[in-house]
T-cell receptor, first 112, second 113 residues
Framework: QKEVEQNSGPLSVPEGAIASLNCTYSDRVSQSFFWYRQYSGKSPELIMSIYSNGDKEDGRFTAQLNKASQYVSLLIRDSQPSDSATYLCAAPTHTGGFKTIFGAGTRLFVKA | DAGVTQSPTHLIKTRGQHVTLRCSPI?????VSWYQQVLGQGPQFIFQ???????GRGNFPDRFSARQFPNYSSELNVNALLLGDSALYLC????????????FGPGTRLTVL
C-alpha cells in the first residue's frame, strides 16, 4: 500500500463547478497535511495546510481532514480554467527522522 | 524577499558523470529538503538538512549525498549518474526542522544521456 494515495485522474469539471480532490494516507502518526498545486513544467506551489479534523477554508479552497478515516480532501469552488493543474497531497512525518511523503497527484482540467 | 533559488535551471550530463545542484533557502529559513520528481509522479523525498546536519533521508542509494553550509544554502551531489536519474530536482525551504510548511524553488531539470 502506498503511503499517500491519490486518484491520478484526470478529473474534468466545467468552469464554475466544484472540483473535489481526494487523498488517503497510511501513517496514523502524521499530524499535518498539505495541498500543493503544480502547473506543467513548474515546481509545486503551496495552497493549503490542515492540522485538525474538520474543514479549513481559504478563499475558493476548502481542505477537509478526517484522521479516523485517514482521509484528506480539497474542494475548489467556482473552478476556473486557471485551476487546471496537478494537485499534490503531502504528509510530513517526524518518525525515524523527517520526511515528507507526496502522493502521485491528481490532474485537474477545468473546461471553459 | 527572494524565494527559494536553485541553480542551474537545466543540466545535461552523460552516464557515469557527477553532478552538483545548488539551493538557497528563503531568508531566515534554516532547513532545506531535496526531492526528486520523475515525470508523472509526485516528488520523492531525498534529504532534509537543518543547521548543517542531516535530519532525514529517503530511500535513495549512496550515490546521492548532500550538505548544508553555514549560510543555510545546500548542495545535492549525485555520483555515477544513471539514465534513471533524469528528473526534476526540487529544493524546499522550511523555517526549521519542526515546521512542516515547505516552500519550493523552481527546480533543476537534469537530463542524463
Amino acid at each position: 500500500q502506498k503511503e499517500v494515495e491519490q486518484n491520478s485522474g484526470p478529473l474534468s469539471v466545467p468552469e464554475g463547478a466544484i472540483a473535489s480532490l481526494n487523498c488517503t494516507y497510511s501513517d496514523r502518526v502524521s499530524q499535518s497535511f498539505f495541498w500543493y498545486r503544480q502547473y506543467s513544467g513548474k515546481s509545486p506551489e503551496l495552497i493549503m495546510s490542515i492540522y485538525s479534523n474538520g474543514d479549513k477554508e481559504d478563499g475558493r479552497f476548502t481542505a477537509q481532514l478526517n484522521k479516523a478515516s485517514q482521509y484528506v480532501s480539497l474542494l475548489i469552488r467556482d473552478s476556473q480554467p486557471s485551476d487546471s493543474a496537478t494537485y499534490l497531497c503531502a504528509a510530513p512525518t517526524h518518525t525515524g527522522g523527517f520526511k515528507t511523503i507526496f502522493g502521485a497527484g491528481t490532474r485537474l482540467f477545468v473546461k471553459a | 524577499d527572494a524565494g527559494v533559488t536553485q541553480s542551474p535551471t537545466h543540466l545535461i550530463k552523460t552516464r557515469g558523470q557527477h553532478v552538483t545542484l545548488r539551493c538557497s533557502p528563503i531568508s531566515g529559513h534554516k532547513s532545506v529538503s531535496w526531492y526528486q520528481q520523475v515525470l508523472g509522479q509526485g516528488p520523492q523525498f531525498i534529504f532534509q538538512y537543518y543547521e548543517k546536519e542531516e535530519r532525514g533521508r529517503g530511500n535513495f542509494p549512496d550515490r546521492f549525498s548532500a550538505r548544508q553550509f553555514p549560510n543555510y544554502s545546500s548542495e545535492l551531489n549525485v555520483n555515477a549518474l544513471l539514465l534513471g536519474d533524469s528528473a526534476l530536482y526540487l529544493c524546499a525551504s522550511t523555517l526549521d526542522t519542526f515546521t512542516d510548511t515547505q516552500y519550493f524553488g523552481p527546480g533543476t531539470r537534469l537530463t542524463v544521456l
